[in-house]
């Protein structure tokens, strides 16, 4: 049932990540009205595999929307979508039916092709903006295309479509092949100078121009859906929706989602230089051109406690518990490079490893290592953010499922030296979708006022040096400088 008072035409914004499909129905104002979740599982068939199904996603999407417009019987003004990136998929454009499996961001059976390409790293990085890494979509596709078309003559003919979710999720929405700038800048495939498809780096990537999607603006003309004809107004990346939520509309401030994986993110006038960062665009609009941003993702923050929940057999809850018990880990460290390692390192042959241990080392020493984890991770790009983008960051904006937890935004205030602002609102990436969906429809207007933010102020007597030292050695021995 609706939540509060609704304020003008409202719109729906779904969510789409790695564990769940969320949706909400959000007012003019901003204010949650209803919100709705279906549950979406992962499968790893080999190590460091990682897929989910396509159809089921599909369904779930279709849920969630079904269900919201049964639940509220006012007008809606559009649909806002937010999806996971850099997730690949191909399917069959005459039937729509899936040639593969949706292959997750954190997914690295393509770790030896990117090995095979290391001489190319450079220019990849140079056109792109991104490093040569298998978290990106470029490599997916060619794996995908190479198990099912490698000579890649269906592929030239059109008779296969590559996509990311939000291409997926487009072409079952509205029946068009359609990519969102954004998104697209997350493929590796994107020259992030033109905002064009480069036909370099597909000829690199032997990926068929064919195959490929229609760059579109995040709010590209309305498309009527078959949920009742509501029309889709918008879609943005979950990070990029993230940042949109926030209200940053400029260059000046950094934010952190906090999920499954982590992401900062920030605004930027040029395109990124240097080795910890990427360059990506945050969106594109019909009246507001192209927005550019920098970025750092960190693969294992959330799915390293989940992890070492399982291993200890306990809950998220008592993980937590555990770890508020102790005012430190006792020498322990935890680098999950459960997947390598990504910003500010770029490093897919590092491998997690616990150091440390002692005898008096307990569960809790451990709980607490796995959360510090996840601050120091966030940290380390941060201060690389800062070095290569020659700008501080005494406030830092937060947001995403673990950012609730007010004891690890003042453990990232106090191992970090800055102020955490996190959003009082849940589910930011929605948010930002159904921000973006409200103003292409024209039922709302940009907030003249600042969000409502919790902030955490780090403690003066915190002096984190000394733990900040001890996890780059950490980090050092993971990446195989150190000796373990």
Do not use: I
């Given at each position: 049932m609706p939540e509060a008072v609704v304020r003008g035409p409202v719109t729906i914004a779904v969510d789409q990540g790695t564990s769940a499909t969320k949706g909400l129905i959000v007012d003019s104002a901003g204010v949650v009205v209803m919100r709705v979740s279906e549950p979406l599982e992962q499968t790893h068939p080999r190590p460091g595999w990682v897929e989910q199904d396509p159809v089921a996603m599909r369904e779930s999407v279709d849920a969630?929307?079904?269900?919201?417009?049964?639940g509220y019987e006012g007008t809606v003004a559009g649909i806002g979508f937010s999806t996971q990136r850099e997730s690949a998929i191909a399917w069959d454009p005459r039937s729509g039916a899936p040639l593969s499996p949706v292959l997750g961001w954190q997914d690295r059976r393509t770790a030896d092709h990117a090995v095979a390409l290391a001489s190319h790293a450079a220019r990849v990085r140079e056109v792109s903006g991104l490093p040569l890494d298998p978290m990106f979509s470029a490599l997916k596709f060619a794996w995908i295309l190479d198990e099912i078309d490698p000579n890649r003559t269906r592929a030239e003919a059109g008779r296969i479509a590559l996509g990311t979710v939000d291409s997926w999720l487009l072409w079952n929405a509205v029946g068009e092949h359609r990519i969102e700038i954004g998104n697209a800048s997350r493929t590796q495939l994107l020259d992030l100078s033109t905002g064009e498809w480069s036909a370099e780096l597909l000829e690199l990537f032997r990926i068929p121009r064919a195959c490929l999607p229609r760059i579109v603006a995040s709010d590209a003309a309305a498309r009527l859906t078959p949920y009742a004809g509501v029309p889709l107004r918008g879609v943005l990346g979950d990070s990029h929706a993230a940042l949109y939520g926030h209200g940053v509309r400029t260059p000046g401030d950094v934010?952190?989602?906090?999920?499954?994986?982590?992401?900062v993110m920030g605004l930027t006038e040029a395109i990124v230089e240097g080795p910890g960062l990427v360059g990506t665009i945050a969106w594109g609009t019909e009246a507001g051109g192209i927005a550019r941003a920098f970025e750092g993702n960190i693969l294992s923050t959330g799915a390293t406690l989940v992890w070492l929940a399982r291993l200890l057999g306990t809950?998220?809850?008592?993980?937590?518990?555990?770890?508020?018990?102790?005012?430190?880990?006792?020498?322990?460290d935890i680098v999950p490079a459960f997947a390598g390692l990504a910003a500010p390192w770029w490093d897919e042959r590092a491998t997690g490893i616990v150091s440390?241990?002692?005898l008096g080392s307990d569960r809790a020493r451990v709980a607490r290592a796995a959360f510090e984890s996840i601050a120091l991770q966030i940290e380390d790009v941060l201060s690389a953010a800062e070095r290569e983008g020659g700008r501080q960051?005494?406030?830092?904006?937060?947001?995403?499922g673990p950012s609730r937890n007010p004891w690890l935004m003042q453990l990232q205030a106090d191992l970090s030296g800055r102020t955490v602002?996190?959003?009082?609102?849940?589910d930011l990436s929605a948010l930002g979708a159904a921000r973006l969906a409200a103003l292409a429809a024209g039922v709302a207007e940009e907030p003249t006022e600042a969000a409502s933010h919790s902030e955490f102020v780090p403690d003066p007597a915190a002096d984190a040096a000394p733990r900040r030292a001890r996890w780059s050695a950490a980090v050092a021995r993971a990446r195989g400088i150190l000796p373990t």
């Open positions: 969630v929307v079904r269900r919201l417009l049964a934010k952190v989602t906090y999920g499954t994986g982590s992401s809950t998220l809850h008592e993980l937590d518990g555990l770890a508020r018990t102790v005012s430190d880990s006792g020498g322990v440390g241990l002692q960051f005494a406030r830092v904006l937060a947001d995403g602002a996190r959003h009082d609102g849940a």
